[in-house]
C-alpha cells in the first residue's frame, strides 16, 4: 500500500512539474529547483519527488545532469513529431479549439466588467515586453501570463482552471509553431494590444470578440503547420 501511495504521489509530482513546463514557467535550459525545495512546494516527500522527476527523464522533458553544476534541467520541446503522431493528438487538438473559443472570450466579457487597474497595468508591462526581439520561450512564458491575468480578473475560479488547463494540454500544438514568424509574432501582439484597449474601455462585448479573434488566430496558425504535414482536425 505504501509503495502505491509513493506511486501516486510521484505521478502527481510528474503531473504539476509538467504542468509548470508547458506554462513555460520553467523555461528550457533552466535548472528546475532542487529536490528539497520542490517537495516542501509541492507538500510531498522527496521519494515522490525523484519518482516525478524520474518519469519526466524518461519522457525527455529534463535532464539530470551530474557533477558541481548538476541539477535537473529543462529540455527543449521535441519537434519531430510523425504524421502519425500528430493524427493521434489530432482530435484532442480539435476540442481544445472549440473549448478555448468557448472560455477565453467568456472570461475576457466578464473581466471587462471586473479588472482592476493593477491588472490592466500588468497586461500593459507584459504586451511592453513583447519585443520583436525576444526569445520565443520567454515570449511564450509572457503569453501565458497575459491569458491567465485576464483570467483572473474575471474573478471566477472554474474559468481561471479551465484557461490554466487549456495551456497545458494546448502546449504540444503551440510547440508546432516554430521558426522566425515575425508576422505572427505581430498578429498576436496586435491582438493582445486590442484585447487590453477593450478591457480598459470596459467593453465587455468588445473584449469577447477581440478575445475570441484573438484566440482563432492562432488556432488557424496551427492548424495550417498541421495540414502542411498531412493532419487535419475536421470530423
Known amino acids: 500500500m505504501a509503495r502505491l501511495t509513493r506511486l501516486r504521489l510521484g505521478e502527481q509530482v510528474a503531473s504539476s512539474l509538467l504542468a509548470a513546463i508547458r506554462l513555460h514557467e520553467y523555461l528550457p535550459g533552466e535548472r528546475l529547483p532542487p529536490e528539497r525545495e520542490l517537495a516542501q512546494d509541492l507538500g510531498v516527500n522527496r521519494t515522490a519527488v525523484r519518482e516525478g522527476l524520474r518519469w519526466l527523464e524518461q519522457q525527455r522533458y ?13 529540455l527543449p520541446p521535441s519537434l519531430d513529431a510523425s504524421p502519425e503522431q500528430l493524427r493521434a493528438i489530432a482530435d484532442e487538438l480539435r476540442q481544445l479549439f472549440e473549448f478555448r473559443r468557448a472560455i477565453e472570450p467568456a472570461a475576457a466579457a466578464l473581466a471587462a466588467a471586473r479588472i ?5 497595468a500588468q497586461l500593459r508591462d507584459l504586451h511592453a515586453e513583447e519585443t520583436p526581439d525576444i526569445a520565443r520561450d520567454r515570449r511564450r512564458a509572457l503569453d501565458v501570463a497575459f491569458h491567465e491575468v485576464i483570467a483572473g480578473a474575471s474573478r471566477n475560479d472554474l474559468l481561471v482552471d479551465a484557461v490554466r488547463d487549456i495551456r497545458v494540454r494546448l502546449a504540444p ?38 478575445m475570441h479573434e484573438h484566440v482563432a488566430a ?3 496558425a496551427i492548424r495550417g503547420l498541421l495540414a502542411r504535414k498531412g493532419v487535419t482536425l475536421d470530423w
Do not use: M
Not at 529534463?62 to 529543462?74: A, D, I, L, N, S
Not at 503551440?174 to 514568424?181: R, T
Open 116 to 120: 482592476r487597474e493593477d491588472e490592466l
Open 218 to 220: 492562432t488556432e488557424i
Open 62 to 74: 529534463v535532464e539530470v545532469r551530474r557533477g558541481k553544476y548538476g541539477g535537473t534541467f529543462v
Open 173 to 210: 500544438g503551440l510547440d508546432l509553431i516554430q521558426g522566425p514568424w515575425p508576422e505572427r509574432r505581430a498578429e498576436s501582439r496586435g491582438g493582445h494590444e486590442l484585447v487590453i484597449a477593450a478591457l480598459a474601455a470596459r467593453d465587455a462585448e468588445a473584449a469577447r470578440a477581440t
